[in-house]
């Protein structure tokens, strides 16, 4: 069992549409961050968020985390071919040792 | 921000070999991390390594199976021994940074075991 589900696992969208990335989990996390992986290229780090109902606006992308911090989601608008990527959320939490929990992640592909 | 450099960043090896997998930081760290990571899937944490003691390695991985070196603040070793084409994947070394937790990652080894 995942302790971060993630969703959508996969996205192929056109270039200029928007879309959602869903991290929910049923435990409380301290912090929560999302990562965006190229092939071929370790992780890195976009976003971290800390507080309940926090909102963090990066460009074109919007994080949020959920009010009760066990949940959160990424907003892309008008995504572009270089968004493509796999992002991937990790919440960091004392019930887990204060260690990095990852989702499944989700593969985002962006067409021109 | 850290900059870590990976070695190899990708190799082919053939079953029953054992390759070592070098991790540089340019700054001293606490703790390093390695994951693993498989095609298109998430990262799954092998084990902490911390200067001057035994690296912790979480349920699933054996040190007789991914023995690692720490031998400065600065440097890490992973091997992967006795390697079957299960362990085709792609290893990460990370660092920690920050209060949150929030990790700087190698570019990444990717192993291929025919």
């Known amino acids: 069992t995942q302790l971060l589900e993630q969703s959508p696992q996969f996205l192929s969208i056109q270039e200029g549409e928007n879309l959602t990335v869903y991290c929910n989990s049923s435990?409380?996390?301290?912090?929560l961050q999302w990562y965006r992986q190229e092939p071929g290229e370790g992780p890195v780090l976009l976003v971290t968020?800390?507080?309940?109902?926090e909102v963090k606006k990066l460009k074109r992308l919007t994080f949020q985390f959920g009010d009760a911090r066990k949940d959160s989601s990424l907003h892309i608008t008008a995504a572009q071919p270089g968004d493509t990527g796999l992002y991937l959320c990790?919440?960091?939490?004392?019930?887990?040792?204060?260690?990095?929990?990852f989702g499944a992640g989700t593969i985002l592909r962006v067409k021109s | 921000s850290a900059v870590i450099s990976q070695k190899p960043s990708r190799d082919i090896c053939q079953r029953g070999t054992s390759l070592t997998i070098q991790c540089q930081v340019d700054?001293?760290?606490?703790?390093m991390f390695w994951y693993r990571q498989q095609p298109g899937q998430s990262l799954t944490l092998i084990a902490t390594?911390?200067?001057?003691?035994?690296?912790?390695?979480e349920s699933g991985f054996v040190i007789d199976k991914f023995p690692i070196s720490r031998p400065n603040l600065t440097f890490s070793t992973l091997t992967v021994s006795n390697m079957s084409p299960e362990d085709s994947s792609i290893y990460l070394c990370?660092?920690?940074?920050?209060?949150?937790?929030?990790?700087?990652f190698g570019e990444g080894s990717r192993l291929t075991v025919l």
């Open positions: 990370s660092v920690n940074r920050g209060n949150t937790g929030e990790l700087f």
């Open positions: 435990s409380v996390f301290s912090s």
């Open positions: 968020v800390v507080t309940g109902g």
């Open positions: 990790a919440g960091n939490g004392m019930e887990y040792g204060n260690k990095l929990v």
């Open positions: 700054s001293q760290v606490t703790m």
């Open positions: 390594a911390n200067q001057g003691s035994e690296a912790t390695y």
